[in-house]
């Protein structure tokens, strides 16, 4: 039997969601699946989410909004990934808040960017990114710096720093993968 094949579309502005799109691949192609990834500026004409058995979306938070080229893809592709496994990962700074009221502020701006394009994913998962220094510029670095004291993050710009639950990662990417193998289980006895 040939692979399950999954697709996986990512926005990301300064690299930590391309981290996390690369070790699902990772896990899902442990796992026996064809996987794809494709960074959501860089798709080819030719790429149709139809052609896959599961898609994964992924977005970065960046000044309250995901990537605009990641609205545009779940808009156009919304219902061709409703009558599929589709899933989306949204990565923060909020997610990882110790503050449970930004936590849950996070979730909602995940779920509100799903049902804003008519998306109905099974898994929404709200995952936390990373304070990337060193891609900063010295306004940046010393704007974000500011907002990282404040929430009790790092403020030693010589390094980035981490965020992301690996672990969080490894479960959702597992998850999905049972989800489409349930799916096409259930499509193949029809
Ligand atoms: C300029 C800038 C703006 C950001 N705005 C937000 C925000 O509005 N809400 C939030 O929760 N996190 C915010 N963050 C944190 C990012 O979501 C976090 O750094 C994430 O890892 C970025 O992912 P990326 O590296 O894939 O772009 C911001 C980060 C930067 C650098």
Redesign the pocket.
């Known amino acids: 039997m040939a692979p399950h094949r999954v697709l996986i579309v990512y926005?990301?502005?300064?690299?930590?969601?391309?981290r996390i799109a690369s070790r699902i691949h990772q896990l899902l192609a442990h796992q026996g699946f064809d996987v794809t990834v494709r960074k959501g500026d860089e798709l080819g004409s030719a790429l149709n989410p139809v052609s896959y058995d599961g898609v994964l979306v992924g977005a970065?938070?960046?000044?309250?909004?995901y990537q605009q080229y990641m609205r545009a893809f779940v808009h156009r592709h919304a219902s061709i990934l409703n009558g599929m496994p589709s899933a989306f990962f949204a990565?923060?700074?909020?997610?990882g808040s110790a503050n449970g009221a930004?936590r849950d502020e996070?979730k909602r701006l995940a779920d509100r960017f799903c049902r804003s394009a008519g998306w109905q994913p099974m898994m929404i998962e709200s995952i936390?990114?990373?304070?990337?220094y060193t891609k900063?510029n010295w306004l940046?670095r010393w704007?974000?710096k500011r907002i990282s004291a404040r929430e009790g993050g790092s403020t030693d710009t010589s390094r980035d720093h981490e965020y992301t639950d690996w672990s969080q990662v490894e479960r959702f990417a597992v998850g999905f993968g049972a989800r489409v193998d349930e799916a096409l289980a259930l499509a193949a006895v029809r």
Do not use: P, W
Request: overall charge neutral.
């Open positions: 926005g990301t502005s300064y690299g930590q969601t391309a970065s938070m960046i000044r309250h909004g990565v923060s700074g909020s997610a930004e996070a936390a990114g990373a304070i990337a900063y940046l704007v974000m």
